[in-house]
């Protein structure tokens, strides 16, 4: 297919044109996602994944502004109940409406999406303010979301949550980490294991984020607390010290091996790379990591009985010497 110069790069992943409908953008997704072995190219998986999320919600744009464009095709409106977004079909006199099977239903998962980027804008304007808020605030925010009227169905609740779990998957960007905090208490994704899975590989993907927090918090307080610096340092987006590097590098490693999901979530991959770039082109070599809570001392001499003995020997008999003299 020959793509025009301006179509969107979300577009042109899945190898769609401006015509391509919500049902042609859902069979192009599953066409490419069997072309990516998802275990082995996760990054791969993941901007595939943000490609149809924003497909779905351009179909979504185009739909909301055909009362505007169109107004002879308004009408009634369907959309999916697969958790992705509306079924739009575009034709080239503009968006139009497909037929519902189940009216009662039918603007669920569109209301789903709508709430979904209201959270979005809300998420935004969390971390505007001071320190990003606390995460009781984006706590509220998710549970307010939540008691949104449109969100009242089983399936625009599913959609909205769903929506959610693909978001959080698909890598960090600042604040997702406190959205992945909060929903994983609204949601009881901690203690429900049995929920998250139902989502496919992002669900598998922040279910494995979640137990490795949960193994993360757990660590001796003087892991935690080095770790949690480190993270920071990765997220402030500044380059370290070749200094710095070498008292952290292999801490940041160490926590990539032991946690490598939720750090997938937690913290920037190109930061790590750059980092991993540094370290190397200054000739880093990763030192080796006491383990927490040891007591590691350092020998010292220790005068028992012998040495001191020795020494009041050599005292008296200089003495002696003295007094002869």
Avoid at 253 to 268: Q, V
Wanted: hydrophobic residues 40%.
């Amino acid at each position: 297919m020959t793509h025009a110069p301006d179509l969107p790069d979300f577009l042109v992943r899945l190898s769609l044109d401006l015509h391509a409908d919500t049902r042609a953008i859902r069979r192009a997704y599953a066409r490419e996602l069997r072309l990516i072995d998802q275990a082995a190219d996760l990054s791969g998986f993941q901007n595939l994944r943000e490609a149809y999320e924003t497909a779905l919600h351009w179909a979504a744009h185009q739909q909301a502004q055909a009362p505007q464009d169109n107004p002879e095709q308004q009408g009634n409106t369907t959309d999916s109940t697969d958790g992705a977004g509306p079924t739009v079909t575009l034709s080239k006199h503009g968006p139009a409406a497909s037929p519902a099977a189940d009216r009662s239903d039918a603007a669920s998962p569109g209301s789903a999406s709508t709430v979904f980027q209201q959270l979005i804008g809300a998420c935004y304007h969390l971390l505007s303010q001071p320190q990003g808020a606390a995460l009781p605030a984006w706590i509220d925010t998710l549970r307010a979301a939540l008691a949104d009227p449109a969100l009242i169905s089983l399936i625009a609740r599913h959609s909205f949550e769903h929506m959610l779990v693909d978001f959080l998957a698909n890598g960090w960007r600042p604040g997702k980490e406190k959205l992945l905090a909060a929903a994983a208490e609204v949601f009881n994704w901690e203690h429900d294991h049995r929920h998250l899975p139902q989502f496919g590989a992002s669900g598998a993907i922040v279910q494995r984020a979640i137990d490795e927090r949960d193994i993360f918090l757990r660590q001796p307080p003087a892991d935690l607390e080095i770790d949690r610096k480190i993270i920071e340092r990765l997220r402030s987006g500044t380059d370290p010290t070749p200094r710095q590097l070498n008292d952290d590098m292999a801490y940041l490693e160490r926590m990539l091996g032991r946690f490598p999901h939720l750090m997938a979530l937690s913290i920037d991959g190109d930061a790590v790379a750059r980092w991993r770039e540094i370290f190397a082109a200054n000739g880093g070599v990763l030192k080796e990591i006491k383990t927490a809570g040891a007591h590691h001392t350092t020998a010292e001499p220790s005068f028992g009985f012998a040495p001191w003995g020795l020494v009041i020997m050599l005292l008296f008999t200089m003495l002696r010497a003295c007094g002869t003299h």
